[in-house]
């Protein structure tokens, strides 16, 4: 149980004709680790290497490191750099370089829609994730349920813009002599340019405009559709990751997800992105993890707060919650998907977390936070400004 105090601080992905097996990958250590972040350190030590095990990764073994969690991003990529910014793995020079040592920073999924900028998010924290294994962290993503409706062709929610980045993405993809791994994380780089140049022919369309957004939806469904680039990429993601004994899910993990496998929804929501799951017997599409408002990126359990919720509804809530974490070895559980106005919060004991504070223009454009993990307590890293007006929950567990 945790125990709550108050203190001041605080080309084309390459495809496989087989499904994909469970692997486990050790991600080397560097000799020595010093985390430094608001005003919070570490000492230096040499740590053990990241375990991962499964494909999408679904266990993660971080022996003593920091772990970070961000929530939603909404294709917000200015919102992104300064949440990362602020919890020290980005560089602040404009040249998105990891700064967080042997830090694991989780996305908690919902990169795409409401904003113009998802492509490029994708491609920055692929960047940063490959640099950080080079120092011994890592960088990790979980789908969302915006991920999941992209991959179905679900663009309801896509802005104008992220038409146009698909369009100028699969031009730029066409273009390049390098492999998919070297002009994806390139495109971060290359995006605002080629941004600053669309803007400035828009002009020229005139009348030509709905022949360029049907280019834009084209593009989209080149990119997202089931084993295209993009839905590929995002196949190498989980919808629910447990580093050490916490377990990060986009909407919330039910007790019935569980017992389903964690590892088997993963894999399932991999092969139906990577385009494998077309002519097998089992549905297309992953019921239990990306349909209906039960499912591991729609549930939003965990994360409502209505005024109308009485006691026994919440106690309810609570034993669901406390029934998953048992059932997933886990200590507490960090979702996102539902915006929190008061910002990241936790409740029921400070077994979930909630992490979306709808930092993306798209949606409430709000100040970013992110939820800081070390040696089992967590505390919410907030801006300066905010740092020294209130005080911030730090939660040890035991």
Request: proline residues 5%; aromatic residues 8%; negative net charge.
């Amino acid at each position: 149980m945790a125990s709550l105090c108050l203190m001041n601080s605080l080309p084309v992905p390459p495809s496989s004709s087989h499904s994909p097996k469970l692997t486990e990958t050790s991600l080397p250590p560097s000799p020595l680790v010093l985390h430094s972040n608001n005003n919070h350190s570490v000492s230096a030590r040499a740590l053990k290497p990241i375990v991962v095990s499964g494909d999408p990764p679904t266990f993660v073994s971080a022996p003593g490191r920091r772990i970070l969690a961000v929530g939603d991003l909404h294709g917000d990529l200015k919102q992104a750099r300064s949440a990362l910014e602020m919890a020290g793995v980005l560089s602040s020079d404009g040249q998105d370089l990891w700064t967080g040592g042997e830090t694991v920073l989780i996305q908690v999924g919902d990169i795409l829609d409401r904003g113009e900028e998802e492509i490029a998010i994708l491609s920055l924290l692929r960047s940063l994730d490959k640099q950080a294994k080079a120092k011994g962290g890592a960088v990790f993503q979980v789908n969302g349920n915006h991920e999941t409706m992209n991959v179905e062709g679900d663009f309801r929610y896509v802005d104008s813009g992220a038409f146009d980045e698909c369009n100028d993405f699969l031009e730029y993809v066409n273009d390049s002599e390098d492999g998919w791994e070297e002009t994806f994380t390139g495109w971060v780089d290359v995006f605002e340019r080629w941004k600053e140049q669309r803007t400035m022919s828009n002009s020229y369309w005139g009348p030509w405009n709905l022949v360029k957004r049907q280019k834009g939806v084209i593009a989209r469904s080149i990119l997202f559709r089931p084993g295209g680039p993009l839905a590929r990429e995002l196949a190498r993601h989980a919808v629910v990751l447990k580093v050490n004994d916490w377990v990060f899910c986009h909407g919330g993990l039910l007790p019935h997800h569980v017992a389903y496998g964690i590892e088997k929804m993963n894999k399932e929501v991999s092969e139906w992105m990577r385009g494998l799951r077309q002519n097998d017997s089992t549905p297309n599409i992953p019921f239990i993890a990306t349909r209906g408002y039960d499912s591991v990126v729609w549930n939003r359990l965990y994360s409502r707060d209505a005024p109308d919720l009485v006691d026994y509804q919440d106690k309810q809530v609570c034993s669901v919650l406390e029934e998953t974490l048992q059932a997933v070895g886990a200590k507490a559980m960090v979702v996102g998907h539902t915006p929190q106005s008061i910002g990241v919060n936790c409740k029921y004991n400070c077994s979930i977390w909630r992490v979306d504070v709808g930092m993306s223009s798209g949606v409430l454009n709000s100040r970013p936070e992110v939820l800081e993990i070390i040696d089992d307590k967590a505390r919410v890293i907030r801006s300066k400004r905010d740092r020294y007006s209130e005080e911030l929950q730090v939660v040890a567990y035991t």
